[in-house]
């Protein structure tokens, strides 16, 4: 009865957690920045390079890699949530919590590559592509 009650609180609470994050997003002012696909119409005009647009190989590449690191972020949380409920819900079972502990600690290994990948990017974007703007 009272573990019934305990996962009942916590799932209310996940709940209005869930329900309540929208009301904490604020819109950011607009303003005009310089993003990597400006940075690279500089360097391929000041190159002797036609203008690019939204259609080339170059937009559609980093589309691509922003799209893959951000789903690679969701299913980070989604694997730490169901191992998190594995090993809530073990009742003393000391092979599912082994196995929950192995499927946190691999999404955190999952996760340290992925922030890595990015940093790489950023290195680049920064070191390379600024550098060559002047």
Not at 19 to 46: I, M, N
Not at 49 to 60: G, P, Q, V, W
Not at 67 to 74: D, N, P, R
């Amino acid at each position: 009865m009272k573990k019934k009650n305990l996962q009942s609180i916590f799932l209310s609470l996940f709940m209005v957690s869930v329900l309540c994050l929208p009301f904490f997003v604020f819109a950011q002012s607009v303003k005009k920045e310089v993003g990597v696909l400006d940075r690279l119409k500089t360097v391929g005009t000041s190159g002797g390079f036609a203008e690019t647009d939204e259609t080339t190989l170059a937009s559609n590449l980093g589309l691509i890699v922003n799209t893959i690191l951000s789903l690679l972020g969701v299913v980070f949380i989604v694997l730490i949530v169901i191992a998190g409920f594995k090993w809530m819900t073990a009742s003393g079972n000391e092979k599912q919590v082994e196995e929950a502990r192995k499927n946190i600690t691999n999404a955190i290994i999952g996760l340290v590559i992925t922030v890595a990948s990015y940093a790489i990017w950023r290195l680049v974007e920064v070191y390379l592509i600024n550098r060559t703007r002047g």
